[in-house]
């Protein structure tokens, strides 16, 4: 059973960075894929950043070209690299994983694509 962990949320000023850690535990093989979401209250979860197993990226557009995800296999772990942070950055961020969509490309940033969640690190952006 895979478990999914997530770190490094915190409090930062508007154009900051932040690097947010995700580790899964259990079993993983190549056909996992992972993604970044988040949610704010009285909004819906979206997806942020994706990475499919071919190591293929996705991002959502409010983030494009600000945030990068990436992934060390031999720890298990994804990254998201948040730079230049806006106040409407600040949301819960969830870590989430699954395998079998075979190459869903962008589909990916859609939550109904995945099973396996973290509980959340808070990111919160102060103007």
């Known amino acids: 059973q895979v478990q999914l962990v997530e770190s490094g949320g915190g409090s930062v000023q508007s154009g900051g960075s932040l690097r947010l850690s995700c580790e899964a535990s259990?079993?993983?093989?190549?056909?996992?894929?992972m993604g970044w979401f988040r949610q704010s209250p009285g909004k819906e979860r979206e997806g942020v950043a994706a990475?499919?197993?071919?190591?293929?990226?996705n991002y959502a557009d409010s983030v494009n070209g600000r945030f990068t995800i990436s992934q060390d296999n031999a720890k298990n772990t994804v990254y998201l690299q948040m730079n230049s942070l806006k106040p409407e950055d600040t949301a819960m961020y969830y870590c989430?994983?699954?395998?079998?969509?075979?190459?869903?490309?962008?589909?990916?940033?859609?939550?109904?694509?995945?099973?396996?969640w973290g509980q959340g690190t808070l990111v919160a952006v102060s103007s």
């Open positions: 989430a994983a699954d395998s079998g969509a075979g190459n869903a490309g962008s589909k990916l940033l859609q939550p109904q694509y995945y099973r396996i």
């Open positions: 259990g079993y993983i093989d190549s056909n996992y894929y």
């Open positions: 990475i499919d197993s071919d190591s293929s990226t």
